[in-house]
Structure formats: C-alpha cells, structure tokens
C-alpha cells in the first residue's frame, strides 16, 4: 500500500515551489462529468479572471470559489511586505521572535506538531480554502489541516466569555464591495508565521475581504494583539481563484514523521 504524503514535509524540507507543483495540478481524477465552472470566459473558452468579479442577486459581491494563495511567502513570513521595524513588538515578543527566527524552535510550532495554523496565518498558507457564501453566514473550508470555519453575518455580537479556538469566532459585516470579518476567542497558541511571530489569548483579529475581479482578491489583516504588539498593524494578501481544481483531504498526522527531527523543545 502507498505511504501516503505528508505535504508538512514537503513544506519543510522541500522547497514551497514543489508543493505549489503537487497542489496545483488538476485534480479531475476524482470525479467524471465535471461541469464547466461558472466563469466568464474569453472567446477561446479560458477563464476570463480579469473580468469583473460576479454578483449575487442581493447586490454583494460574490466571494465564492476556490482560492489560493500566491506562494508560501505570507505563511513564512507575514510582514514580508513591511520595512524592517514596522512590526510594533512588545520587547517580550520582540525578543521570543528574534529567538525562532534562525529555525532553532521549530518543533515548537502548531502546523509541526500536525495542529492548525490559526488565524491569521492560515489565510496564506499554501494549500487553498473554498469560502462559501449565503446571506447570513460565509462559511470557509481549508484544506490545510481538513478545518473549517464560519462567518456569521447575522447581527449576531462577539461576547467576551469564550472557549478558545485556533481560528476563534467571527462576525462578518458588508462595507461597500468588502467583507469585513471581525474574530476573537483565539488561543494564542498559533505563530503568525514560520518564522515564530507570537500571539496572545488577547489577539482581535480584522479582515477585510475584496473581490477586485473575478480571479483575484484581497484580503486586508489587521493584527490587534496588545499583549504582544504595541499598536495593531496590517498586511495586505492576495489570493487568486482556482478554475480546474477541488479540496483534498489533508491529514498531517497520518504520517508525520518529521517532529522528531526539528529542533526546539516540545510543542507548549
């Protein structure tokens, strides 16, 4: 019987362009009379992503699809787009992410020991989500880690008695053409990155969700993390929408066998 991959190895001890390769090939294997996604084309037959981004009959932007980041770079590093300094690190986190950065703690990160990424890191992580959109509720499912998550966009109000979770709890609300999706109760166990960016159980979290076309979208991060942060601070991602492909299943710990190569000590 075929071992089957562990894509946490391939993601560490590969390079991320290989496992753009393994999941961004088409997965039409798994199924047969597949129908044509619902997607302008160009008078060739291939997706039109440069047109404008679809409507749903309530006048919203349509966010459905399959989305994927572009590359590992947000998931190693957050603030990849930021200038040196502009991170508002409390000295205490300062010091702690100076201290995984070489990759010395490795073995201390969530996504090694086989657990979620957290929120916001899983918005950039590699493998693509399919957000999923109704009226009242947007519902996201990753296939990183097989996870999901909702988005209650029902007037319903965040408490401050949670039960923390990895991607927290999320209200949603429409500005304009943008989704923007408030979340708490998350459990400060997660990095921001792989680089070793820490969190709190004070982190808030803001994204900002904008369908620039039908092929690309934004997604605006807005950190609020006063433990660990002076001052919240904000990122800026795109994601680019998959037309020939589906979720897979992703369970890291069938397999895992990297964690007891990494340095660091055990997972807190």
Known sequence: MKTPLNLNIVFRIARPA????????????????????????LANGKPNLSAP?????????????IWEAKGARYTVDIGADLKPGDIPYQ???KALADQRVDGSHEKEDSNANCLPHGLPRIDGAVPPFKL??????????????TIWRQI???????SDDFNPAWLGYSKGRWEGDTLVVET????????????????????????????????HMDIQITIDDSKAY??????????????????????????????????GDSFR
């Open 18 to 41: 290989v496992l753009l390769v393994l999941l961004g090939a088409p997965l039409q294997a798994q199924w047969t009379n597949l129908p044509a996604p619902k997607i302008p084309r």
């Open 53 to 65: 981004a679809p409507r749903l009959p309530d006048g919203h932007a349509d966010l459905s699809g």
């Open 152 to 158: 209650f966009l029902d007037g319903r109000e965040l």
């Open 184 to 215: 708490k109760g998350l459990n400060g166990k997660s990095w921001l990155d792989q680089l070793g960016k820490p969190t709190t159980d004070s982190l808030h979290v803001t994204e900002r969700f904008h369908r620039k076309d039908a092929g």
């Open 91 to 93: 000295p205490w986190a």
């Open 230 to 263: 002076t001052k919240p601070w904000t990122v800026t991602e795109e994601v680019h929408l998959l037309t020939d492909s589906e979720l897979m299943e992703d369970v890291c710990n069938e397999n895992n066998r990297d964690l007891a190569h990494l340095p």
């Open 132 to 145: 999923i959109q109704m009226p009242e509720l947007v519902v996201i499912l990753y296939e990183s880690h």
